[in-house]
Each structure stands twice: as C-alpha cells, then as structure tokens.
C-alpha cells in the first residue's frame, strides 16, 4: 500500500535549535518527494521537492532533506530554528507518472520557543 | 506563477444544505484537478480526481453522491457537499494538475451547524 509515515506528532524546540523531522514511504515504483509547511490560518507553501539527481535538495527558509533511497527516507533538516518556523509540516510523495495524486503523511507540529 | 483560486474560503451552512466549492487555475489549463479533504489536527486526504470531460474518480469511503464533482472546462473545477452534516465539517482543498506541485487553493473551511 501507498503510504507516508512521519515520526514525530510534535516537537517542540527553542530557537537557535536544529531540526530535523523524519518521513518514511512506501510506494512501489520511482518517486517524487516534497516537503510541505503549514502557517497557523494559511494553505500549504511547497518547502521544497526531490526529483532525481542530488539526493540533497535545499528549499525555502533555510530547510533541506535528504533522500535515502535504501531507507525510503526524506528527512527534513534545519540547522537553526526561529520562532516564525512553528507551523505543521507535512511530507508528500507521488509517482512519475504524470497525473498522479500527491499522498501525504499525517504532519508533524513543530514549536518554537523564543 | 500558476495561480489557483478557490472559493469561498469559509462557509458556515445548516444540517442538509448544499454548498458548492469553486476551484479556479486562473493562468493555466488543467485538465486534472485533485480534491483534498483535512480535518483538524490530521493530514490531507485525497478524496477525487476530477479530469475536464469525464467523470471524476472518487478514493475508497468517499460517497460520490455526497461529494458531486464537475469539471467542465479547463480552468474551472466544483466539488459540492450535497445534504451536509456535521461530521462534513472540514476544510477542502484543491489541486489542479501542472508541472508543479507548488500550487493549492486556499482551501474551503466549512462549517455544517
């Protein structure tokens, strides 16, 4: 079955602290992976998105991830943390195949406080 | 940039009512728009497929009848919450299909009293 696994339900953090949230899929065939972020009262901002070729793929705001392949894994990474990252973040894969839905995990809510 | 408008962004409506949501890709043809649904504190889910000209697909536990989905033009998509209830209360999204996936409506918060 197609799926999107996220560790963490909410973490919560001081400034200046690095981040990192977990995502785990299962989904046969090559895919497509993105990050998400949710503000409080606002629609989902695309973080940042894995295609092919470097399995590190920095986004917006300073995040980045990771793609293993071996461990269907595309962690989300940040090094430094600030009050305005605390929102919901949500990890996302689809197939290659064009016209296919994005399935997304249940989100992490990550705090920060200053 | 693509740029996806919906509408309306809240709705409050009695038990048993209709309400229509518009999903509009104002500077570009997508022939395939996704309708999510999300409720408090949990992910979103995919609930159908609508493709321009045809009859939309709907997931598993989705009603088609409850959730009517007409896509008849390229740039224009509607999902409508026939007879809601209380537990329709949710917040819908779409998606219109491109070459990115950057785009969402803003989303529909609807509120069934």
């Known amino acids: 079955a197609q799926s999107v696994s996220q560790h963490n339900h909410h973490v919560i953090l001081s400034e200046a602290a690095s981040l990192e949230l977990g995502c785990n899929y299962s989904?046969?065939?090559?895919?497509?992976l993105f990050w998400y972020v949710q503000y409080p009262g606002q629609h989902l901002q695309l973080l940042l998105k894995?295609?092919?070729?470097?399995?590190l793929v920095k986004g917006i705001k300073g995040f980045e991830a990771e793609f293993i392949k071996s461990k269907f894994s595309f962690n989300l990474r940040k090094p430094s943390v600030q009050w305005s990252d605390t929102a919901e973040y949500f990890c996302?894969?689809?197939?290659?195949?064009?016209?296919?839905?994005?399935?997304f995990g249940k989100g992490t809510t990550l705090s920060v406080s200053s | 940039g693509a740029v996806v408008s919906q509408h309306p962004s809240w709705v409050i409506c009695k038990s048993g009512t209709s309400v229509k949501i518009e999903c509009r890709s104002l500077?570009?043809?997508?022939?395939?728009m996704f309708w999510y649904r999300q409720f408090p504190k949990q992910s979103l889910m995919l609930m159908a497929t609508?493709?321009?000209?045809?009859?939309?697909?709907?997931e598993q536990g989705v009603e088609k009848d409850k959730f009517l989905i007409n896509h008849a033009s390229l740039t224009l998509s509607t999902l409508t919450v026939t007879s809601a209830h209380p537990e329709d209360s949710s917040f819908y999204i779409c998606?219109?299909?491109?070459?990115?996936?950057?785009?969402f409506g803003q989303g529909t918060r609807l509120t069934v009293v």
């Open positions: 996302a894969v689809r197939g290659r195949q064009a016209g296919t839905a994005l399935i």
């Open positions: 998606r219109p299909v491109g070459n990115t996936e950057a785009f």
């Open positions: 989904y046969g065939g090559t895919v497509n």
């Open positions: 500077d570009f043809q997508a022939t395939t």
């Open positions: 609508s493709n321009e000209g045809s009859k939309a697909t709907y």
């Open positions: 894995y295609f092919s070729g470097d399995p």
